[in-house]
């Protein structure tokens, strides 16, 4: 007979890290997920920061790392909650690989490995509403103007001005019912699928959007690294008390 799973049954938190990247756009030696900040990998600051919001962390690594974040995984707490699995060549085929390891009717959360500062309150939020509608995803309303820019070249169009309103910046983790998104990762990769959302909307259309906090940054570019070192040596209170701090300052 055919299990019928229901909305209530998706109540265990999978979370899937795909960690295979190379990272050519942060131009160091080491994969960007690999480089220390205060002592410890962007990537252990990660599933740190995520641990406490989930059951199950599947993290995708090469078998080029594999011994080392074994070895970094049985020092922390929490180890018993954390299994590996093999990367693919793209970031498509790891979350593809990771995802046969999770079981149906569950809740699975796709998340960068180099974003080690999602709010709790965010990711909670990101599980409760992917329960209750399927999926979730934390989004950015834009600051700045936006351009569309069409193909360059022969009888191009020029770039035009864009409703900046209607577009958000996408974040992760991205959370869904996992024998959905488990699914949509059965069809043949596409350009277009950039990240996990994109890959979902192929077959369903249910997706809460979660207001993010602008501290949720994907650490790509070496500049990053002194926002990301800045936030790892402040908690979020001195933030908050410095910010009233200038706000209220004449
Ligand atoms: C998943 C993502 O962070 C959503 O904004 C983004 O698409 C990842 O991009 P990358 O080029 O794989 O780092």
Redesign the pocket.
């Known amino acids: 007979m055919e299990q019928v799973i229901k909305e209530s049954d998706h109540t265990k938190r999978y979370l899937i890290i795909p960690s295979g ?1 190379s990272g050519v ?1 942060m131009g160091a030696e080491l994969p960007k997920q690999y480089i220390k900040l205060g002592g410890k990998t962007i990537l252990q600051h990660t599933v740190e920061a995520m641990l406490p919001h989930t059951d199950f962390i599947i993290l995708g690594v090469s078998y080029d790392y594999w011994v080392v974040i074994e070895d970094a995984i049985q020092r922390m707490r929490l180890a018993d909650r954390i299994q590996l699995s093999v990367a693919g060549k793209t ?1 498509f085929d790891t979350v593809r690989k990771a995802l046969r390891t999770v079981p149906d009717g569950t809740l699975v959360g ?1 998340h ?1 490995a ?2 080690p500062f999602a709010s709790k309150a965010v990711v909670d939020k990101c599980y409760e509403e992917a329960q209750r509608v399927g999926a979730a995803v934390p989004v950015l309303q834009l600051s700045e103007s936006l351009r569309y820019h069409p193909d360059e070249g022969a009888g191009a169009q020029p770039s035009q001005a864009v409703d900046r309103s209607r577009y958000r ?4 983790p ?1 959370v869904f019912w996992s024998e959905r998104i488990k699914e949509a990762y059965q069809q043949p990769y596409q350009e277009s699928f ?3 959302c994109s890959v979902y909307d192929q077959l369903y259309s249910d997706l809460a959007l979660v207001p993010d906090t602008t501290e949720n940054i ?1 650490i ?1 570019t070496p500049d990053q690294l002194y926002w990301a070192e800045h936030l790892l040596t402040t908690s979020r209170q001195e933030r908050l008390r410095l910010t009233q701090r200038l706000l209220s300052s004449r």
């Not at 910046?169 to 992760?172: D, E, N």
């Open positions: 990247g756009r970031r796709i960068d180099v974003r910046l996408v974040r992760t991205q950039t990240d996990d994907k790509t």
